[in-house]
């Protein structure tokens, strides 16, 4: 089956602008999280969704970020006004049971 | 303040020999732990995970370690094959948000 996608696969912008990136989950899947990996630095969790409960947003970095999981399913995270400091590799996971989580491969966001 | 410590940022072991990743943690309320390999250009993958009630956990050539009252795991991988060169990230669980993440160790596998 299917596994976790992510779009763009790459994405650039200038500093100041919004993006948004799209998380597409396993079918099925009712946890779906968000990290991303910045140059150097191990995976940061950002947030988590499960089921229909409220997100944990604990791992936001700043108000910028934002995530929203329509219908239980595809994610977007939007980071609005974006800085250099928000360069990274983000990745989505989604999971069943709540502990293995299947990642997607990323989206490479470059702020310049 | 890092939860799960990878200190090796890279290792380098000859094929046909044992490979050791070491992960340290500090949050005793962390119940589940898991490893993940990822390649450049793609998400981590889950490899191997090991519950807080067992010390032992093996699969394959792969084998989890947890020695819970040094807050310390490792990854045995033997024999060290050239596709398990990678980056391979400690991860820990506890509670209902996400995973804590080590930065990863970089593994060489020389020929």
Redesign the interface.
Known sequence: GAGVSQSPSNKVTEKGKDVELRCDPISGHTALYWYRQSLGQGLEFLIYFQGNSAPDKSGLPSDRFSAERTGGSVSTLTIQRTQQEDSAVYLCASSLLGYEQFFGPGTRLTVL | DQQ?K?NSPSLSVQEGRISILNCDYTNSMFD?F?W?KKYP??????LI?ISSIKDKNEDGRFTVFLNKSAKHLSLHIVPSQPGDSAVY?C?A?GG?????????THLIIQP
């Open positions: 799960v990878q589940y898991l993940y250009a793609e998400g981590p993958t889950f995970s990230f991860a669980r209902a948000d996400g995973l804590t993440f080590g930065k990863g």
